[in-house]
């Protein structure tokens, strides 16, 4: 069970209730995943904090509970901190959560590689203070894409099934060719030895079927509807739709 830290009666409620918020810290230093647990302490917020110190750990713990903010090391006795965040961005649970790397390596490059994989930002231990750790936690909250929440309403059960047939249908409709021409590709590749222009050609589908599972997730009951049924009023008078996630085929150097 995650550890709930609360305290003083001034605290304020955080973004997203009054129930504490779910905070994950992966880091293999017990020191540092005490003082990072009592750093949380310090928020204006509660905070319910669970604890990992190997990604095994950590991908265990991302596919059973879902979190707001997650806090990890760059060394790690399995990998490292950039694994990780490439973890969560793989997580249908946790793909929307605040990020944060909190870590002793040498800040500049490691904070714009964090950053181009989704991370809020970069923190280093040895500046580490109570201030300096709740402004960056604030920053990354806020910008932070919170999980889409459907409407509630009722819908005749004929209408449902409808909705989920054209739906499915749209799906295949769409991810047919994606997945025919990746099959196609790799018969190309086993018949060329694996040429770059072809690993190239096959990556991108891949990227191009990523963004699109991305997009269908997003979709809320309202979204759907409106798109599905053709009404292009209520399509209008949605809210945008919250900017994806990088893509795990992005190159970059480790």
Not at 208 to 224: C, H, K, P, T, Y
Request: hydrophobic share 40%.
């Amino acid at each position: 069970m995650p550890a709930t830290f609360s305290s003083p009666a001034t605290r304020m409620p955080h973004p997203s209730g009054l129930s504490p918020l779910p905070v994950l810290i992966l880091d293999d230093e017990r020191f540092d995943r005490h003082r990072l647990a009592r750093l949380c302490s310090g928020l204006r917020f509660p905070c319910a904090v669970s604890n990992t110190k190997t990604l095994g750990e950590f991908a265990a713990h991302l596919e059973r509970d879902s979190y707001r903010l997650i806090l990890v090391d760059y060394a790690l006795p399995d990998g490292t901190g950039l694994d990780a965040l490439d973890m969560v961005r793989l997580s249908a649970r946790n793909l929307n959560a605040a990020t944060l790397m909190v870590s002793g390596q040498a800040a500049a490059q490691l904070t714009e590689r964090a950053v181009s994989i989704g991370c809020s930002g970069h923190l280093a231990k040895d500046d580490l203070s109570p201030a300096s750790f709740a402004a960056a936690v604030e920053r990354a909250l806020a910008t932070a894409t919170p999980p889409a929440e459907a409407p509630k309403a009722e819908y005749p059960a004929e209408d449902v099934e409808r909705l989920l047939a054209r739906c499915a249908t749209r799906c295949a409709r769409d991810v047919k060719p994606m997945i025919s021409r990746m099959m196609r590709q790799m018969r190309d590749l086993r018949a060329t030895g694996g040429a770059p222009q072809a690993l190239d050609a096959l990556e991108q589908n891949c990227i191009s079927l990523w963004a699109f599972l991305i997009e269908m997730e997003r979709e809320d009951g309202a979204q759907l509807l409106a798109e599905l049924t053709g009404d292009r009023a209520k399509v209008q008078s949605l809210p945008p739709k919250p900017a994806r996630p990088p893509s795990p085929f992005g190159r970059r150097t480790h």
